[in-house]
């Protein structure tokens, strides 16, 4: 975690907890659009958009259920991709797994985790770089919050989360309903009214499922 990033961060997000998953707080951004503004122009260049300063309602829901549900990952080796804050992170290392790794494509994402992590206590392991062509590693249990929002990365996410189910890991996705969501590839197990920010939503609340990945072909006989 770079200082310029780690200060970034506190400059542009305030620690609150988080809507759906109150025990949890998070450094988050009290004005959206500003900060996806400030992040595209100024600093256009070689940033993402700020998903690290939002609680997405896929996260939230994967956290919740985590929270809820600590058995999944109590004890575990845990993976969670594309971060962002580090919400579904935090919320594994609090339900108890035994490591919780965090990966992340945004320098300002990988500060955001770390800061997030102290800020609740807890030790995860953040870490920058694009994993998706590799493979889970070590992983029980591999975590993706409300990643789906695009083709090109539906396609690799996929690909990703299918190698490690068939490696023998755990996949559990949070989504609201994007449109790129393999859904024969998923079988529902919960599913949350979440609030999210209006101003990045147009809604207020977004129904949110918990999926788990099924690594068996559609169709193929269980």
Do not use: C
Request: proline share 6%; glycine share 8%.
């Amino acid at each position: 975690m770079s200082d310029l990033s780690a200060a970034f961060v506190r400059l542009h997000a305030r620690l609150a907890p988080v809507a759906f998953v109150p025990e949890v707080r998070l450094h988050q951004a009290d004005e959206p659009i500003g900060l996806w503004e400030l992040t595209e122009g100024e600093f256009r260049s070689s940033q993402p958009p700020p998903f690290w300063a939002f609680a997405w309602a896929g996260g939230q829901a994967l956290a919740r259920y985590l929270t809820d549900h600590p058995e999944v990952v109590a004890g575990r080796r845990v993976l969670d991709l594309a971060s962002g804050s580090g919400l579904v992170a935090v919320a594994a290392a609090r339900a108890g797994a035994a490591a919780v790794r965090a990966v992340e494509v945004d320098e300002r994402a990988v500060a955001a985790v770390a800061l997030n992590a102290e800020a609740n206590g807890v030790r995860v392991d953040a870490e920058l770089g694009d994993v998706l062509d590799g493979d889970a590693g070590d992983a029980e249990v591999v975590l993706a919050g409300d990643v789906f929002y695009s083709e090109a990365m539906a396609r690799r996410m996929l690909r990703f989360l299918l190698r490690a189910a068939r490696s023998g890991a755990r996949v559990l996705v949070g989504d609201p309903g994007r449109a790129f969501l393999p859904r024969d590839r998923f079988r529902e197990l919960t599913g949350y009214d979440v609030p999210v920010p209006e101003a990045l939503e147009s809604v207020r609340v977004k129904h949110t499922t918990v999926w788990e990945l099924d690594p068996a072909p559609p169709g193929a006989a269980r």
